[in-house]
């Protein structure tokens, strides 16, 4: 599909372009990509058109499994998951011998598992819904740890609590799972007595320094709401 010329004045359009449209029925895209995006899971779907655009054949991609790729999508693949990686969702194509390979990642959309209550966690729930993510907010440990590992591509944790009960567990889950972002809000006596507790229980000083603590990115924060809005930013940086 093309606009041009008179076309673009007749569409009051700032400029023309071509666009190429990929239609294909339901039934060919693998029922494994619904399934995952369903669960909150990284995906990314891999089409190889060829040359004559007259056939599409679509595969699913996710970051740690390594299935049988055909070779004409093996980079694209490798392409996909660093996408997913870092959080990157979009649309690229790559040129392949056989034709066009399309490349549409759907990374994890964030889900602020935030540990302790107050009007902190309500202005980061608040924002997290402004930036289209999910936060759910657990008062116990066993809950926290219950939404981390149902959704662990999308996980991220903040703890607000200065309860040794709740954080300590909570925190350990995390690293030891690799969530992709670990934040704990407290002071530097709050932050030590953790870091003593969480090696104790046999975490590495590399596991401790995934800790975001002060959390928050330095913007000059002073409010709650401004709290909460250096959080999600740091959030972000970190998922990105």
Do not use: F, N
């Not at 999910?134 to 309860?163: G, K």
């Not at 000059?220 to 909460?228: C, F, K, S």
């Amino acid at each position: 599909m093309a606009v041009h010329d008179d076309e673009v004045k007749e569409a009051r359009l700032t400029c023309g372009g071509q666009a190429e449209i990929l239609l294909q029925p339901l039934h060919t895209v693998p029922a494994r990509r619904w399934d995952l995006l369903s669960e909150g899971a990284d995906a990314a779907l891999i089409t190889r058109i060829d040359e004559e655009r007259t056939q599409a054949v679509s595969d699913v991609v996710t970051p740690g499994l390594q299935g049988d790729d055909p070779a004409a999508v093996v980079q694209a693949a490798e392409q996909a998951r660093q996408l997913l990686a870092r959080h990157r969702a979009g649309r690229e194509t790559r040129r392949a011998d056989t034709g066009i390979v399309l490349i549409e990642a759907c990374p994890a959309v964030p889900h602020l598992v935030i540990v302790g209550g107050g009007e902190l966690a309500e202005l980061l729930t608040t924002q997290a819904q402004v930036l289209g993510w999910q936060a759910t907010v657990a008062y116990a440990a066993a809950d926290a740890r219950t939404l981390m590992a149902d959704r662990p591509a999308a996980a991220c944790l903040i703890v607000l609590s200065h309860e040794p009960d709740l954080d300590i567990p909570a925190l350990h889950t995390a690293l030891t799972a690799r969530v992709a972002y670990v934040g704990a809000l407290g002071s530097r006596r709050t932050q030590a007595r953790r870091a003593e507790a969480l090696t104790e229980a046999g975490l590495t000083e590399e596991q401790l320094r995934r800790i975001h603590g002060p959390i928050g990115l330095d913007i000059g924060a002073r409010t709650p709401a401004e709290t909460a809005l250096a959080i999600c930013a740091e959030v972000l940086a970190a998922l990105r």
